[in-house]
């Protein structure tokens, strides 16, 4: 059957997968209603199922001819925020919502599965579609810990984000740096402390955490061509202190810093270096300790040139109606980096905001929610980019044939 009336014919099912996602939302690494759901659908279309991250699913096709094999993968968590929408299909986990648009992402994949097991005989490779837990809290990295690359050797990756800042209609495909590296941290200021009336006696933390927010700021400001290398460093909590009257003992503060481009993170000027030495020269200058966590984070996510082409051609000449292509970067977080960052890969955004019908809320918003008629519009671009890197893959330069793998079965 022709590609378009199978999308067509499945329209019904990705709105239905993708609304009871959303009813029943499970935060990162709690997965498990997903997951379950996730794995007998994958059966359902003959595919390999296996368990990674613990929530994670990871279900492996195996074209008829070998060949290279592609990474394909949608993020299953949602987020600790009480939903405010008002629809048939709204949460019913308190305080638990998919405000992120990850429903809808689990909901395409599956159905891109479907569609692309139909039509197995004509595949030459493997395609690895990867459901990844608690993406939130950069879950793609414990699944390449467990050998999520591996058998067979994963040779690129393709992955979207659906994305109410662009309207429905518009696709953002970008080369080079999309999504933001990122870095959470966590910083005691520790001080010495004492009685407000007697600051000398004392190592007042306050000060000190107070003039670190602002001196980071130089960073952004007065170090580096914003243009060329943008960064953002903020502080989302600051905690210290018992009474009006006491000079406390240490403040906590955390935060996040996020850069959008390449660079060696070992490198003095890179963000987390800047960031430390300003922390210690001011704690310094304070007579201030510090202990200094850099909690979790990913490199930012990076498009390789012929992956972009690759679905950029895709988008303009195979669906229908052609779809507005435009270049759009995010300072968003995306761990999808850590698979791009192993593989060439191309991630790219499926606008999804349409005012009339109210689903132009930003991400993380308590009254997200999206246009459902761009999921069939994701199902599309899944099936024939997975058809268009695979027909293609002879003019690939970054494909090795030498090292394309069988995977053993077991
Ligand atoms: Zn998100
Ligand atoms: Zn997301």
Request: charged share 25%; with cysteine.
């Amino acid at each position: 059957m022709e590609i378009s009336k199978q999308i067509a014919e499945y329209q019904d099912e990705v709105i239905e997968l993708r609304r009871d996602f959303h009813r029943y939302p499970e935060l990162g690494l709690e997965e498990y209603r997903t997951s379950e759901t996730v794995c007998s659908y994958l059966e359902g279309c003959g595919l390999e199922v296996s368990r990674l991250n613990r929530t994670g699913v990871v279900g492996l096709m195996r074209g008829d001819l070998p060949g290279p094999t592609l990474l394909m993968r949608a993020d299953m968590d949602a987020l600790p925020i009480q939903e405010e929408n008002k629809i048939s299909y709204k949460s019913v986990n308190k305080g638990v919502m998919h405000a992120c648009g990850h429903d809808a992402h689990t909901a395409m994949l599956l159905v891109a599965a479907k569609i692309l097991a139909n039509m197995k005989h004509r595949l030459k490779g493997y395609i690895k579609f990867v459901f990844e837990p608690n993406e939130e809290n950069v879950g793609s990295l414990a699944m390449i810990k467990e050998g999520l690359m591996e058998n067979p050797r994963v040779d690129a990756c393709l992955g979207l984000h659906i994305w109410t800042p662009l309207q429905t209609g518009q696709i953002g495909i970008t080369e080079g740096p999309v999504m933001a590296g990122m870095e959470h941290f966590k910083l005691i200021v520790k001080g010495r402390s004492g009685h407000t009336a007697t600051p000398q006696s004392a190592i007042d933390p306050i000060l000190a955490a107070a003039n670190i927010i602002q001196g980071v700021q130089i960073i952004q400001t007065r170090e580096i061509d914003a243009l060329k290398e943008p960064t953002i460093i903020m502080f989302g909590t600051i905690q210290g202190g018992t009474a009006s009257n006491v000079i406390p003992d240490s403040v906590t503060l955390s935060g996040t810093m996020r850069y959008l481009f390449e660079g060696d993170e070992e490198s003095q000027d890179s963000p987390k270096k800047r960031f430390e030495r300003v922390v210690s020269n001011t704690c310094a200058a304070h007579r201030a300790e510090y202990e200094l966590t850099f909690l979790y984070g990913h490199p930012t996510l990076v498009n390789h040139r012929e992956m972009v082409a690759l679905v950029r051609s895709v988008a303009a000449d195979e669906l229908k109606p052609e779809p507005e292509i435009v270049s759009f970067v995010s300072l968003a977080g995306e761990d999808f980096s850590e698979f791009a960052a192993r593989v060439p890969g191309a991630f790219y955004f499926l606008g999804a905001g349409n005012r009339a019908k109210e689903t132009d809320f930003p991400h993380h918003h308590p009254r997200f929610n999206i246009d459902e008629d761009v999921l069939s519009v994701g199902v599309e671009m899944h099936v024939r980019g997975a058809l268009s890197f695979f027909n293609n893959a002879g003019n690939l330069q970054f494909l090795k044939p030498e090292r394309f793998e069988s995977p053993t079965k077991e």
